[in-house]
Nanobody, 124 residues
Framework: QLVESGGDLVQPGGFLRLSCAAS????????IGWFRQAPGKEREGVAS????????RYAVPVTGRFVISWDNAKNTVSLQMPALKSEDSGVYSC???????????????????WGQGTQVTVSS
């Protein structure tokens, strides 16, 4: 089970840190990813992290800006989001990789056990 937290209303240029807490047996989970969905748009991949190697992947719009990390002691994946823009607004959800296609960072392939999501709104 995955539970997200940390979403909020922030001004452009602001910072948020999202958390995805994992419970249950995740020993065989290869990766956890963050996804977002803006109103009227399809869900898109944001970032993923391999839990054993720490390897990360980022979508182009957030590369060089967002940072995903894994705290093994707390079983929590965090997403640090500095310099937020209005286009970063949306419902952010985390998911566990369930098949080899997860590396494409597409929400339609390879991901399951979705959390309920947390709302991020970037607005002045």
């Amino acid at each position: 089970q995955l539970v997200e937290s940390g979403g909020d209303l922030v001004q452009p240029g602001g910072f948020l840190r999202l958390s995805c807490a994992a419970s249950g047996d995740i020993e065989d989970v290869p990766a956890i990813g963050w996804f977002r969905q803006a109103p009227g748009k399809e869900r898109e991949g944001v970032a993923s992290i391999e839990l054993h190697s720490g390897a990360t992947r980022y979508a182009v719009p957030v590369t060089g800006r967002f940072v995903i990390s894994w705290d093994n002691a707390k079983n929590t994946v965090s997403l640090q989001m500095p310099a937020l823009k209005s286009e970063d607004s949306g419902v952010y959800s985390c998911a566990a990789a369930v098949s080899p296609t997860w590396r494409a960072l597409s929400p339609k392939m390879g991901w399951g056990s979705w959390g309920q999501g947390t709302q991020v709104t970037v607005s002045s």
